[in-house]
C-alpha cells in the first residue's frame, strides 16, 4: 500500500478499508436492507459517504483478491495459465494442498505474487477469471477518513436474531 498511495500519516496504524463499488456501478452503495441482517439487532452501524482525492486511495478487485488470499497465481490470459500450469504442476499441486514445501522454486513464488499486481488493475479484462468493470466489485483502501471529507453519514442498527434469543 506504501508503495502504491505513500506512507501513511503520523500516528496512523492501520490502513482504513472500505468499499469503492459495492455490487457494479448500478449499486455503488451497499444495500442496507440486506448488510443489517448481518449484525446483532440493535448493533448500531453508520455508512459514511466521502470524497478522497484519488491520489491516496488504492482501488483492487474485490474478487481477484481471493487470488492473493489463496495464494494462486493470477494469469494475464488463458493461455499465460496454461503455460503456467504446465511450468508448474507440482507447485501448483502442492500448493492447492497447502501444504508447504521447501522444493518449490522461488521462480514459482516470485510469479505468484507478482501476478497478484492485476488486482489493482481496475480495467484488468480476463473475462475467464474476472467481471467487466461495471459488474465488479470493488474495494478500496486509504489511511484515514477525516471530517472534511464526509459528505453523509447513514445510520443504521443490525437485524439479526442471535440464535440464543
Request: net charge positive; proline share 4%.
Amino acid at each position: 500500500m506504501t508503495d502504491k498511495i505513500g506512507s501513511p500519516p503520523q500516528k496512523t496504524l492501520y490502513p482504513v478499508w472500505v468499499w469503492y463499488q459495492w455490487n457494479g456501478t448500478k449499486q455503488r452503495r451497499p444495500d442496507l436492507r440486506v448488510e443489517r441482517w448481518k449484525y446483532s439487532k440493535g448493533e448500531k452501524m453508520a455508512l459514511i459517504e466521502f470524497m478522497c482525492d484519488k491520489r491516496k486511495i488504492l482501488l483492487s478487485d474485490f474478487s481477484l483478491w481471493h487470488y492473493v488470499l489463496n495464494y494462486w497465481y493470477l494469469a494475464v490470459s488463458d493461455e499465460d495459465e496454461k503455460l503456467f500450469g504446465r511450468m508448474y504442476p507440482d507447485e501448483i499441486e502442492m500448493n492447492w494442498k497447502n501444504i508447504v514445501c521447501d522444493k518449490q522454486s522461488a521462480t514459482f513464488h516470485k510469479l505468484v505474487r507478482e501476478s497478484w499486481q492485476l488486482i489493482f488493475e481496475i480495467n484488468y479484462k480476463n473475462y475467464y477469471v474476472v467481471q467487466p468493470q461495471h459488474q465488479k466489485s470493488i474495494q478500496a483502501t486509504l489511511w484515514e477518513i477525516t471530517i472534511p471529507m464526509v459528505r453523509k453519514v447513514q445510520c443504521f442498527e443490525g437485524a439479526r436474531r442471535d440464535s440464543t434469543h
